[in-house]
């Protein structure tokens, strides 16, 4: 009887706990169409990247501050006989306060790392590696914060080299002037049981700007920066050592849905040890190999709701003295019970259309 008794008062005392928690779903869709046209280009080939993404994820809150977040991410990519081409796993702990965020575990990169340009990530890796699989931690929001964080990307086997990213980046706001900085360490090691074949690599890149950054209120905003890349290519076992610097800068500009996006580099030629380790040591745009760059993007945003957005690009690439052109589709929607109170709403005059 007093063992009966006991049970119930657990169970009592329970369910203000359950109370407390809440429960979270979505299911989304993201489609992206991606065609190059690289022909003229010794940096990198031109193909027709395709694929649709199907991404399923469930949550439990508690304390309004903790979530934990579990999911499944299927990649199916149009003309391949198989039914599911990759399949992911979404699987993280949430920590969040208005201005603190904390994250461990496989979450999507796009989600805590929107300030890197391709620069430093080119847009294929997020388009089939979406997800970050590490700690990502950040003080502050939007106009002023710092973040810290770790991808893990390589688990030392037999087969498999090991290779993980450390990075830094934040932004100082006052008015519409600024200054930012993003940057990471790419560590590429050997395997498990060691493999004397292979040695150990490392990338080190740091880009740090200045500039002004202004937004309205009738949808336009508009971004001017510039400032310094600089880094750190080595091989250990081969002994070279590289250290490239070079000028950027960054003007953007957007009205009504229509904007364009630039960014220039010139200095010394980078990725100088591509030829030995391509795509495993650089995850960067291939376009900086030369000493020389200019990436220029225009696009539409055919779609901005809660839960659809719709995006059409035209982006040219100047490089080794040639136009090199791009044309990108990317449809994203989602439906759930995820609220996102800092979406802003806009409303173009073309998205009658799909009303």
Not at 112 to 140: A, E, H, K, T
Not at 272 to 293: A, C, D, E, I, K
């Amino acid at each position: 009887m007093r063992n009966r008794l006991a049970f119930v008062l657990f169970i009592l005392c329970m369910i203000p706990a359950l109370h407390a928690q809440e429960y979270r779903w979505g299911v989304g869709l993201d489609y992206f169409f991606d065609n190059r046209e690289y022909k003229k280009s010794s940096f990198t080939d031109p193909q027709t990247l395709h694929g649709i993404w199907l991404n399923m994820l469930g949550g439990v809150t508690w304390d309004s501050t903790h979530t934990i977040y579990a999911g499944v991410n299927l990649l199916k990519i149009p003309g391949m006989r198989k039914a599911v081409n990759k399949t992911d796993v979404t699987l993280y702990y949430q920590y969040k306060k208005p201005k603190i965020l904390l994250r461990a575990g496989a979450f999507p990169r796009k989600e805590v790392l929107p300030n890197y340009s391709d620069f430093f990530f080119r847009d294929s890796v997020n388009l089939f590696m979406p997800l970050m699989q590490g700690v990502f931690w950040q003080i502050g929001k939007d106009a002023n914060f710092f973040n810290a964080w770790m991808d893990w990307t390589g688990y030392a086997t037999a087969n498999t080299r090991e290779s993980f990213y450390l990075g830094f980046s934040g932004k100082a706001s006052r008015g519409i002037l600024f200054a930012d900085f993003q940057s990471y360490l790419f560590h590429y090691a050997g395997t498990f049981p060691e493999n004397p074949a292979y040695g150990v690599s490392e990338q080190i890149q740091g880009m740090a700007s200045a500039g002004l950054e202004y937004e309205a209120a009738n949808s336009f905003k508009g971004l001017l920066s510039a400032g310094i890349f600089a880094g750190l290519e080595r091989d250990r076992k081969a002994g070279e050592s590289y250290k490239p610097v070079g000028f950027t800068a960054r003007a953007d500009a957007e009205l009504y849905g229509i904007g364009t996006e630039n960014r220039f580099y010139t200095g010394d030629a980078r990725m100088r040890l591509f030829p030995v380790y391509g795509g495993n040591l650089y995850w960067g745009s291939p376009f900086l190999r030369g000493s020389t760059y200019l990436q220029s993007k225009w696009y539409i945003r055919l779609l901005e709701s809660d839960h659809a957005s719709a995006r059409i690009n035209c982006n040219l690439h100047f490089s080794e003295g040639h136009i090199l052109f791009q044309q990108t589709l990317s449809i994203t929607a989602n439906i759930g019970n995820f609220l996102n109170p800092e979406k802003k709403k806009v409303n173009y005059p073309w998205m009658r259309i799909f009303r």
